[in-house]
């Protein structure tokens, strides 16, 4: 069978590799259907992910059809469409013994630091992957995961029914947490400097789109709130600045969560933080999110699949980075077929 690697940063291929065989009763081998090229993937191939491995099969968004089931494999069969969640974890660690096992000591992602579902056939553990039903288009499917990250985001913000939130970039992560949070019933303030991205999230349900570079976003706010500003601020771009401003847009009791994954300091007054009680939280992959989120796939209440732009066979991914690094502005999602 065929698989997509990244041999070394800057070298992507089609490999020609062994079919994966059952190793413990509780794996399951999934026929690839289509798989999403996240940025991550990208940042793999460029060589500035500081955590994955290589060679690596990347592809952390994959679903398919069940083809062979280990024997003591009791939520699939053969035949079932399923999405795999991307993530691997000890169980027996701090955080998983917590439930929260997406920050585990051993964590593994999949297409990271494992190999992934860039590929025609890829095995997983069975309580990892989830039935799609019949109702939802593989390719659109493939949404599931990176919608899924909104929904962390809006665990570990607590946003509640009725609060504001503020969320800085409407790019796919921060589209999906406006997603999120609309379904939740809060109202939502999305910021972003590219109008394009603004008019997205207008559709997708935002109550309020501002340009930062544009207008001063602590009046916007303010006004709008009538002086008790947002009670959670998303960082959905990973910035510095972002951070710093948060504490000044946040209400009292508030809470910021952080989802920048580079090693930046950022300035945050401590006095906004300790007289308003606000809580600074991270959100990182997901847990426990896939079957909530599946369901709103099949009812069709989310926006998030508007943003595939791109279908390519697996076969012509060197086409599809090209597209990405070179036409970055015609490019939402691009989902790879197999
Ligand atoms: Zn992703
Ligand atoms: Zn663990």
């Not at 701090?94 to 593994?108: D, F, Q, S, T």
């Not at 303030?189 to 991205?197: K, P, Q, W, Y």
């Not at 959905?236 to 300091?265: E, H």
């Amino acid at each position: 069978m065929k698989a997509v690697q990244v041999l070394e940063p800057g070298k992507i291929n089609i490999i020609e590799r062994d079919m994966p065989t059952l190793e413990r009763e509780t794996d399951v081998i999934v026929k690839t259907k289509a798989a999403g090229i996240c940025g991550s993937d990208i940042h793999i191939y460029h060589g500035t992910n500081a955590v994955a491995t290589y060679p690596r099969v990347i592809g952390h968004e994959a679903v398919g059809e069940v083809y062979q089931v280990g024997e003591a494999v009791t939520n699939v069969k053969v035949g079932d469409r399923v999405i795999l969640e991307p993530i691997e974890y000890c169980g027996e660690c701090y955080a998983c013994r917590l439930g929260r096992p997406n920050v585990c000591e051993k964590l593994k992602v999949r297409g990271v630091h494992s190999d992934g579902g860039f590929q025609e056939y890829f095995i997983a553990q069975s309580d990892k992957l989830h039935i799609l039903g019949s109702d939802i288009e593989f390719t659109d499917a493939v949404m599931i995961e990176p919608f899924s990250i909104g929904a962390q985001v809006c665990f570990r913000g607590q946003i509640a029914k009725g609060e504001v939130v503020l969320i800085y970039g409407a790019g796919p992560t921060g589209l999906a947490v406006l997603e999120n949070a609309k379904h939740i019933g809060a109202t939502c303030i999305v910021l972003d400097m590219n109008e394009n991205r603004l008019a997205y999230a207008k559709t997708f349900g935002a109550d309020y789109t501002f340009n930062p570079s544009k207008v001063d976003i602590k009046a916007e706010v303010e006004a709008l709130t009538g002086g008790m500003l947002a009670n959670v601020v998303v960082d959905a771009v990973g910035s510095t600045k972002v951070m710093a401003d948060a504490v000044y847009l946040t209400s009292v009791a508030g809470r910021i969560v952080s989802m920048g994954f580079l090693d930046q300091k950022a300035e945050i007054s401590m006095l906004e933080v300790t007289k308003k009680e606000i809580s600074i939280v991270g959100s990182r992959l997901q847990t426990y999110q896939f079957e909530k989120c599946i369901e709103y796939f099949k009812h069709n209440e989310v926006h998030l699949t508007d943003l595939i732009t791109h279908k390519f066979h697996f076969e012509d991914v060197k086409e599809a980075v090209a597209l990405i690094e070179n036409e970055p502005e015609k490019v939402g999602k691009i989902i790879l077929t197999f």
